[in-house]
């Protein structure tokens, strides 16, 4: 009965006491988001160079940030297909070749998607 008239005080955006915080943090578990590496990158971006945008997303920030992962992967698979049919990035024999080559179509694509995706004002 204590914990509906907490909530209901928390709804009307009544004034709580310290053991009603307390019970109110308890009952109500915040909720956690995990983003990927974009994600992660784009929100901290927002926090620290676009404050505005991020205030003003507010409870839209996670469908924004999920949906910079979604096309970062989207974009990486495009362009990992298009980068390694190139002639010049094809597998060669030579072990760390292939490794600078592959190193190199990384450093391509992630430029692409910092500069694309998260870094924009």
Same mark, same amino acid.
């Given at each position: 009965? #204590?914990? #509906?008239?907490? /909530?209901?005080?928390?709804?009307a955006n %009544? @004034? /709580? ?11 109500? !578990? ?27 997303? @507010? @409870?839209?920030?996670?469908?924004? /940030? ?30 760390? #070749? ?8 990384? !450093?391509?694509?992630? %430029?692409?998607?910092?500069? %694309? /995706?998260?870094?924009? %004002?």
């Amino acid at each position: 009965m #204590k914990n #509906k008239e907490i /909530l209901r005080k928390v709804e009307a955006n %009544e @004034g /709580l006491t310290v053991e009603e915080i307390i019970i109110y943090q308890n009952e109500v !578990k915040p909720v956690k988001h995990v983003y990927g590496k974009y994600g992660t990158l784009a929100k901290k971006y927002l926090e620290e160079h676009n404050f505005g945008k991020y205030l003003s997303l @507010g @409870g839209d920030l996670p469908t924004y /940030l999920h949906n910079i992962d979604k096309q970062a992967d989207e974009i990486y698979e495009v362009m990992y297909k298009n980068l390694s049919a190139k002639p010049e990035n094809k597998k060669t024999e030579d072990f760390l #070749k292939n490794v600078q080559i592959e190193n190199s179509i990384q !450093k391509e694509i992630e %430029e692409v998607i910092l500069n %694309e /995706l998260v870094y924009v %004002e």
